[in-house]
């Protein structure tokens, strides 16, 4: 008998749209994997969880990248019985690191007063690194340009008032991957978080940062269809 193969949700990080998961929907679709990019639109992470929750199938395997990460781990918290697989990109247990919080303080306070193409300009920096794609600010800006004010506004309150805790009840297979050269959510971050899941695997992408999946989209892929197939 064929294994069953679930549907694959995609959760997208601060600012990102589905534009993110571009080449993970066309890896799944060589594998005849349905992928179902879902926008976090709320403001605390259970309203996030819930809002994926009403638009999902029954049972499904899980993707998220940083903040959609957070978003996956409390909806596999939430509702064991209907995620299979989970995967975790570029989070950590421990919730943001202080200078990223800062950096999101500072955001917010900007946003409410100045444009909002003015106030995110420049935040793609804080993700380049020295094995970055040439183009990355470039598709960085072009990408965060299509949010607004309202999502970034309920995003950044998610982001600083989340808890991140109850790791330890995710019950389904998990596979937490991260980029070596990662400054926002670092490696012995994500391998701490790996520790916490009981059923979990570690896996380093090599020459990325925490945008892995763009930064090494081949090698992310093939950990993530290997993982779920």
């Avoid at 975790?88 to 946003?111: A, C, P, T, Y």
Wanted: aromatic residues 6%; positive net charge; proline residues 4%.
């Amino acid at each position: 008998m064929s294994q069953i193969i679930l549907p694959l949700l995609l959760l997208p990080g601060f600012l990102c749209t589905d534009i993110f998961w571009t080449s993970t929907c066309v890896y799944a679709k060589t594998k005849n994997i349905r992928t179902q990019c879902i926008k976090l639109n709320a403001s605390t992470l259970d309203d996030m969880a819930n809002l994926v929750l009403a638009q999902a199938p029954e049972h499904f395997s899980l993707a998220g990248f940083s903040m959609g990460a957070v978003v996956a781990s409390r909806i596999a918290i939430l509702a064991p019985e209907r995620v299979g697989k989970l995967i975790l990109l570029s989070m950590n247990q421990s919730g943001l690191l202080k200078s990223v919080r800062k950096n999101f303080e500072s955001l917010q306070k900007e946003i409410k007063v100045r444009n909002y193409l003015q106030a995110i300009r420049g935040m793609g920096q804080h993700y380049v690194h020295q094995d970055s794609p040439a183009n990355f600010i470039e598709w960085y800006d072009a990408m965060t340009a299509s949010a607004n004010l309202t999502i970034a506004l309920r995003q950044l309150n998610m982001l600083l008032t989340m808890k991140s805790e109850g790791f330890d009840k995710i019950r389904c297979p998990t596979l937490v991957i991260a980029g070596t050269h990662d400054v926002r959510t670092t490696p012995a971050q994500q391998r701490a978080l790996a520790q916490e899941i009981p059923n979990s695997t570690y896996v380093e992408i090599p020459k990325a940062g925490h945008f892995s999946l763009i930064d090494q989209p081949e090698l992310v892929n093939q950990e993530i269809l290997r993982f779920i197939i």
